[in-house]
């Protein structure tokens, strides 16, 4: 786990790490720079992938392989996997690109 | 109202107590609602991860109407405390209130394995199934021995409808516009636009409802993270990809596409209709 969670914060740009689990959006592992609040983010990103789910699967879209949520000093990108999300939180000039690389990397290789 | 001073008067003493659950109920129950609002948003500063009071909170926030937040504060209170029954069974009472009856059906059983001896889950499922509104979760999980729950608002209430702006003219002109953009306010209820799934089904206000919420939701992780305002939302998806914008503070816009169209192209397509559809807002 904190192998693929290195393997992530490695690129430039992103700020921290986590795996979250996506049923209860508890903290399961964590590398993240200090003043991020990783519990409370957790919570918040599992309950948005949840949200996000739901509004997919009804669109038929399926569920999501990889979302991204963009902001004006920064980004949160997370893709899911079995029961886990890999949570990466990025400064605004970051390659979104190689994180989701980075991120997709992480669940194929079972963590 | 004695009760309401004497709970006062107990918190001013002690104000790290969790006495504010209480009174906030009292408050809620007597219809002082704003109060309550006040009570109840105090106490979750000093106790952000106590799932009662987020229950508490989403109690009054619900019989202000304001579903959207309720909504949010029973999912919180279900994720500090998965066997939180008063939040599973709020969120079982909106889920029924948007038409997502197999979702209010999984949350009262959730809440009857907890609680497999309270009559008043059985009772919401019956009623639910006869095709009655199961009752508004009233009383805290920690005060299970208050006064009857209250009816809901409304017995029939159904999925939030359109709003019966001109809807068909907000994306005229873009590809998509009735099929693949949809336009939605901050309580899920569509203002322009349209969805179909794959196999041509109308799915807009279905989607419309779950997306309730995502505005807010967002705004409060970005907002964690210390990462300003949020601007958008794009996902891959097994077989379409979609983007999420908010052309106003209270709008959300949604664009869902083939899996073929890159998320990048998709951004700028979201970001044509944002512009059509803020103007479109502005005229209204």
Known sequence: MSQALDMITRVRGVRGAMLVSAEDGIVVAEQLMEGIKGPAV????????????????????????????QAEQGALLVVPGAGILVVAVAEPDVNIGLVRLELLRAVEAGL | ???????????????????????????????????????????LE??????????????????KHDYERGFDEWDMAVRI?????????????????????????????????????DPSIEQAIAMMRKG??????????????????????????????????DEARVFAGLEGANEGLLLIDGAGRVLGGALKDRAGTDVTDTVAAYLAGVSQEAARTAKLLGLGAWTGLSAEGQQGNVHLAHPTSGALLLVVRERGMPLGRLAILAQRATLMARRWLEQQ
């Open chain 2, 46 to 63: 000093r106790h952000p991860h106590l799932a009662d009071a987020h229950d508490l909170y989403a109690r009054i926030l619900t019989d």
């Open chain 2, 132 to 165: 009655a509104s199961p009752p508004e979760p009233s009383a805290a999980a920690a005060d299970s021995s208050t006064a009857a729950s209250p009816t809901a608002a409304s017995s029939t209430a159904q999925a939030p409808q359109g709003s019966g702006l």
């Open chain 1, 42 to 69: 957790a919570a918040l990103a599992a309950s948005l992938a949840g949200r996000l789910r739901r509004a997919m699967d009804a669109a038929g879209t399926g569920a999501a392989a990889f979302w991204h949520l």
């Open chain 2, 1 to 43: 109202m004695d009760d309401i001073r004497a709970l006062s008067a107990q918190l001013a003493q002690d104000p790290q107590s969790l006495v504010f659950l209480r009174l906030g109920e009292a408050l809620r129950r007597k219809g002082q609602l704003e109060a309550a609002l006040r009570v109840a948003m105090n106490g």
């Open chain 2, 81 to 117: 405390a998965p066997h939180h029954t008063g939040a599973l069974k709020g969120l079982a009472f909106l889920y029924f209130k948007v038409g997502d009856i197999e979702q209010a059906e999984a949350h009262l059983a959730a809440a009857k394995r907890v609680e497999p001896d």
